[in-house]
């Protein structure tokens, strides 16, 4: 047992991934033996979430307050300094094991009713690995009587090493107050937030979120960072997830050097959508959710990557 709980290697190919109990963690995800997330050993506690599942709301409530179904509700604040209410509820909970086979392994955890969450939701997370990379399904069930708002989201940071250039497939972006609550929406066209054609990152700090998603074919929308490694990782989500917060490591804490990674993260739901609204799942009593997203690895053009401006 670790801090971050038991521990569940899977592999395929190319692909090795490590996944934690506490929060359903990815811990690790190499190609070719080499890691492509910003991680932590295992006995360590790691720093802003890296790898975590989140639920059943991810990112701000703010005052930790909001009003469903006509009763005012508060939550725990865990992050005093702004006032908020971050990142749901189950962050340091070890998940259960449902299955775990050489190339796949299952989690599984309730969420059970409490004061200010008094809603019961049953949660089945699933990692498997194949020849293109790593999947991640989530399934959420509302295990209650009533109904139950909702929202997910998935915070791996990905390492980058030298400039990067950005993919984010996004035509509107929410701008934010001192405590990074949203205060509106705006289009990307004409801003330096513009990245739905790839772009070098430069010296851009980012804390955003995004959505208005562009879909492909098959409905996935697909986020893409490439460095001076020569390679390039792809972000790719499905219909569950519209909304992605992508974060620089601008305030990376003192034992690691700023822009180490960057993280783009999944989201089913807007930043403050407890209250806002913005995305807002609500389950009815019986009524399931599912949403899937991956990463893939892919050759990018180190030329291109290492011309980019810092």
Not at 50 to 74: A, L, M, S
Request: glycine letters at 10%; charged letters at 20%; a negative charge.
């Amino acid at each position: 047992m670790t801090m971050n709980g038991r521990l569940y290697e899977i592999r395929s190919g190319r692909h090795t991934a490590v996944v934690a109990g506490v929060a359903a963690t990815l811990l690790s995800w190499r190609v070719d033996g080499v890691e492509r997330l910003l991680t932590h050993a295992a006995d360590e506690l790691g720093d802003s979430y890296q790898g975590k599942t989140i639920v059943p709301w991810p990112n701000r409530i703010e005052d930790g307050v909001y009003t469903f179904g006509g009763v005012r509700h508060q939550v725990p604040l865990n992050e005093p300094d702004r006032g908020a209410a971050l990142h749901g509820l189950l962050s340091w909970t070890e998940w259960s094991l449902v299955e775990h086979t050489e190339d796949r392994v299952v989690l599984a955890q309730d969420q059970r009713p409490q004061y200010g969450y008094p809603f019961a939701l049953s949660f089945r997370i699933e990692h498997q690995v194949d020849a293109d990379g790593v999947r991640i399904t989530l399934q959420a069930t509302n295990t209650g009587a009533t109904p139950a708002p909702f929202g997910a989201a998935h915070h791996p940071y990905l390492a980058t090493t030298g400039p990067v250039e950005l993919t984010v497939p996004a035509a509107t972006y929410y701008p934010t107050d001192n405590r990074l609550l949203p205060i509106g929406k705006e289009s990307v066209t004409g801003t330096a937030l513009d990245f739905r054609t790839a772009r070098s990152l430069g010296s851009a700090a980012l804390d955003t979120a995004f959505t208005d998603l562009v879909r492909d074919e098959r409905g996935h929308a697909v986020a893409r960072v490439a460095d001076a490694t020569g390679t390039a990782t792809e972000l790719w989500l499905d219909g569950g997830y519209d909304y992605l917060q992508v974060y620089t490591d601008d305030y990376a804490p003192a034992a690691r050097t700023p822009r180490s990674g960057i993280t783009i993260e999944p989201m089913t739901c807007a930043p403050n959508a407890f209250n806002s609204g913005d995305g807002l799942i609500v389950l009815e009593p019986g009524q399931n959710w599912n949403g899937s997203w991956g990463y893939r690895s892919i050759a990018s053009s180190s030329s291109n990557a290492a011309s980019a401006s810092a």
